[in-house]
């Protein structure tokens, strides 16, 4: 199937969900208030897929990404409410320690893959339960919160109508599509997903292009880490836990390959709102959160199951 006929049947679907939505709805889903609910909600969760989505281009897992954005949630917010600063320069340091312990996290994850050898699966499981455990030890389970005013701007105010945190999710989508198809480094890590081995003995360094991909993943979450705090005007070692399953679905049904090489960004964007969509019109339903994570790990069943059998048939037509 073509990458053109992919995006058409993916805003299909998107626009099916919308129409669905509506109309189980009764049109409270398309209110002016609940839209731009959904556009404030949509990025955090759009940002996490993404640091989600480079990782799986390697045909490797990142089970820490949540863990990564409530911990540089944490240690940034932590410092804007106990250092005494002039504001502006409060946020500002709050903002860049953010995004600096996403990278650490990042570079962690990033060394344990690449240098270490650590399948990502069992590497990025230990990183999660370690970085947990270093939020929880720092919160002791409270909430940070009480941020300045300046900061809870980024999270909850728009510029001519079009929500703040909407426009940093789309000039990092556009980052991260142009890294992705406009750069040499964007060029290797497909062709490390499709086959590290052979990336190898074509003279490729695997290992910095693997560290690379985790170390801008580890920034994607410093990012998604301020728009959630600033948004929510406090964080807590549990928040968005349901993020982790959704992001994976979200990439998968996208259009990414599971086991690396294949995937666009604007596909992991596109099924990013039409989860969101989803996700919002069975809270309007008030559906038990526990059928949502059902609902949403059958759709996951179901792509995996499309396609599997949709690459079985390329191998036996030969395309």
């Not at 998107?14 to 009764?26: G, P």
């Not at 990042?106 to 370690?130: C, E, P, Q, R, Y």
């Not at 809870?152 to 001519?160: C, K, P, R, V």
Request: charged share 10%; glycine share 10%; hydrophobic share 55%.
């Amino acid at each position: 199937m073509g990458k053109k006929k992919e995006i058409v049947i993916q805003v299909m679907i998107l626009l099916v969900t919308i129409i669905l939505a509506a109309i189980i709805s009764k049109e409270q889903f398309l209110s002016s208030n609940n839209l731009m609910i959904m556009l404030h909600q949509i990025p955090e969760f759009g940002l996490i897929a993404l640091a989600v989505m480079v990782i799986m281009l390697l045909g490797d897992i990142n089970l820490s990404v949540i863990a990564m954005t409530k911990l540089a949630g944490i240690v940034g917010g932590l410092f804007m409410i106990s250092v005494k600063l002039p504001e502006s320069i409060l946020v500002i340091s709050g903002i860049i320690i953010m995004i600096i312990i996403g990278l650490a996290c990042g570079v962690l994850n990033g060394a344990l893959v690449s240098f270490v050898g650590v399948k990502s699966i069992i590497a990025t499981l230990a990183m999660m339960l370690l970085f947990e455990g270093v939020a929880l030890d720092i919160t002791h389970g409270g909430a940070v919160s009480k941020f300045p005013s300046t900061f809870l701007w980024i999270g909850n105010e728009s510029i001519a109508f079009v929500p703040v945190p909407m426009i940093i999710f789309l000039i990092f989508g556009w980052v991260t599509w142009y890294i992705l198809k406009k750069t040499q480094t964007g060029n290797l890590i497909y062709k490390v997903g499709e086959d590290k081995s052979a990336a190898n003995y074509s003279g490729i360094d695997v290992k910095k292009i693997i560290f690379f991909a985790y170390c801008y993943a580890g920034i994607l979450t410093g990012i998604a880490a301020i728009i959630m705090t600033s948004r929510y005007n406090s964080i807590r070692a549990d928040y968005g836990t349901s993020y982790l399953l959704k992001s994976i679905v979200a990439v998968i049904l996208g259009g990414v390959n599971v086991n690396g090489g294949k995937g666009s960004v604007i596909g992991v964007m596109i099924s990013v709102c039409t989860l969101s969509v989803l996700s919002r019109v069975l809270g309007i339903l008030e559906m038990n959160t526990y059928l949502i994570d059902f609902l949403m790990g059958l759709i996951l069943l179901i792509v995996l199951f499309i396609n599997y059998y949709l690459q079985k048939d390329k191998k036996i037509t030969g395309e």
